[in-house]
């Protein structure tokens, strides 16, 4: 009983009522359209999970993210959609382990639930912009040597995955809001699996619940900086 009073006190209202919607609308989409990859279902929680977790900057969300990234990969592979697989098996697992080491790194005022909210300058910008186009090209010639369906929007997808698990690495607000454009494209993505098999509605139903949580997730995180700077 502690525990669950615990746990409900360190979510807001807010908190509770956005993660249980977003559960909620998962498993009925899941009921519909699916009934019976179990392995979809388990990463859309895992992953709406890590979300809400990572909203509040407990690392505990990127441990989340790494098991997520891996379900997921697998589910890609399912459908021929290599560039999601490799972004993930190949690119946010090993950066979400990353950032999961760097947010225990960094706790706010020794508080390892919460992470100190960093911030990148404009030199480091570029660098990010110039490392993300590099890493584009290189994945659209990866994806393109293995036939991967829906080229251009996975490519695209590829772009958006990794500005967000870098600036997720590096503690910035806008990952989360990253992660907010990638959704959009992984909805887009998605939907043109789901016009192939109906089965796949449940998984754009998922990235639906992920982008109001990633939209949280940048409104609480700005919020988050603009106390911790308050407080110095």
């Given amino acids: 009983m502690r525990k669950f009073e615990k746990i409900t006190g360190y979510f807001s209202k807010s908190e509770i009522i956005l993660w249980c919607s977003s559960v909620i609308l998962i498993v009925l989409s899941f009921c519909i359209f699916d009934r019976e990859n179990y392995l979809t279902l388990s990463a859309s929680l895992v992953g709406v999970t890590s979300l809400i ?22 589910i890609s592979f399912s459908f021929d959609y290599y560039g999601e697989m490799v972004t993930y098996l190949g690119m946010t697992m090993p950066m979400a382990i990353f950032a999961f080491i760097s947010w225990l790194k960094n706790p706010y005022n020794g508080n390892r639930a919460e992470v100190k909210v960093n911030g990148i300058s404009k030199k ?51 990952h989360a809001l990253a992660y907010a454009v990638n959704d959009i494209v992984l909805i887009c993505l998605w939907v043109l699996a789901g016009m192939e098999d109906i089965r796949y509605i449940s998984v754009i139903v998922c990235f639906v619940a992920f982008f109001f949580n990633d939209v949280y997730g940048f409104l609480n995180w700005r919020k988050m900086k603009k106390r911790q700077e308050n407080n110095k």
């Avoid at 991967?148 to 590096?170: E, H």
Wanted: overall charge positive.
């Fill in 53 to 74: 977790f990572n909203a509040k900057g407990n690392p505990f969300g990127q441990l989340m993210m790494v098991v997520f990234s891996l379900l997921y990969g697998i």
């Fill in 124 to 174: 480091e910008t570029v660098v990010m912009w110039l490392f993300t186009a590099a890493v584009t090209v290189i994945f659209y010639f990866i994806l393109d040597f293995f036939n991967t369906a829906n080229i251009v929007p996975s490519t695209i997808s590829v772009t958006t995955s990794f500005l967000a698990v870098y600036l997720a690495f590096r503690r910035s607000p806008y």
